[in-house]
T-cell receptor
Framework: ETGVTQSPTHLIKTRGQQVTLRCSSQ?????VSWYQQALGQGPQFIFQ???????GRGNFPPRFSGLQFPNYSSELNVNALELDDSALYLC????????????FGPGTRLLVL | AQRVTQPEKLLSVFKGAPVELKCNYS??????LFWYVQYSRQRLQLLLR??SRESIKGFTADLNKGETSFHLKKPFAQEEDSAMYYC????????????FGTGTSLTVIP
């Protein structure tokens, strides 16, 4: 059984560019959540996907979008990058259901210049 | 609005001393509360959740609805407890979204 993996580990972009971050769920998990963690802050919920459908969204603008694939891996896309988008982006997978534990990936650190 | 507050950004205790990490929440529904921990150079992981009413690594946390608190406690701190601790709330009225506090960095002094 493999854990949650994320790629890339680090990324540098410039303002206005677009970025795609990737997440592979833990084996058997059908639910993926994405979080943004700014320096010195706790993770902030961006959205969740369950069986390829968006299943909840936090207070993030539409330029943050996502996808979940049939193998339950996931992408986070951010368009028109802003300086404030610089953060650690975490994904977490779970089996779904209200009592299931989330397992976090190591994160992708994005720097927007 | 849902909110999780951890009033202490930093907390230092001596080895063997009791430790309490504070967490208060604001939520209109029936909350589900969690503590997550991040050890140095490791990923965020679940420590415990209130519905399980279990003790993990000697830590316990009791949900107090009257005081809207979910403080994390351990009677005798160990050096390996040094880590970043996050309190989190899952809100069933907003699509089971998680709200995290800003975290408390615990240092256990040998």
């Amino acid at each position: 059984e493999t854990g949650v993996t994320q790629s890339p580990t680090h990324l540098i972009k410039t303002r206005g560019q677009q970025v795609t971050l990737r997440c592979s769920s833990q084996s058997g998990h059908n639910t993926v959540s994405w979080y943004q963690q700014a320096l010195g802050q706790g993770p902030q919920f961006i959205f969740q996907y369950y069986r390829e459908e968006e299943n909840g969204r936090g207070n993030f603008p539409p330029r943050f979008s996502g996808l979940q694939f049939p193998n339950y891996s996931s992408e986070l896309n951010v368009n028109a990058l802003e300086l404030d988008d610089s953060a650690l982006y975490l994904c977490a997978s779970s089996l779904g259901g209200l009592t299931e534990t989330q397992y976090f990936g190591p994160g992708t650190r994005l720097l927007v210049l | 609005a849902q909110r999780v507050t951890q009033p202490e950004k930093l907390l230092s205790v001596f080895k063997g001393a009791p430790v309490e990490l504070k967490c208060n929440y604001s939520y209109s529904g029936s909350p589900e509360l969690f503590w997550y921990v991040q050890y140095s150079r490791q990923r965020l992981q679940l420590l415990l959740r209130h519905i399980s009413r279990e003790s993990i690594k000697g830590f316990t946390a009791d949900l107090n609805k009257g005081e809207t608190s979910f403080h994390l406690k351990k009677p005798f701190a160990q050096e390996e407890d040094s880590a970043m601790y996050y309190c989190a709330l899952r809100a069933s009225n907003t699509g089971n979204q998680f709200y995290f506090g800003t975290g408390t960095s615990l240092t256990v002094i040998p």
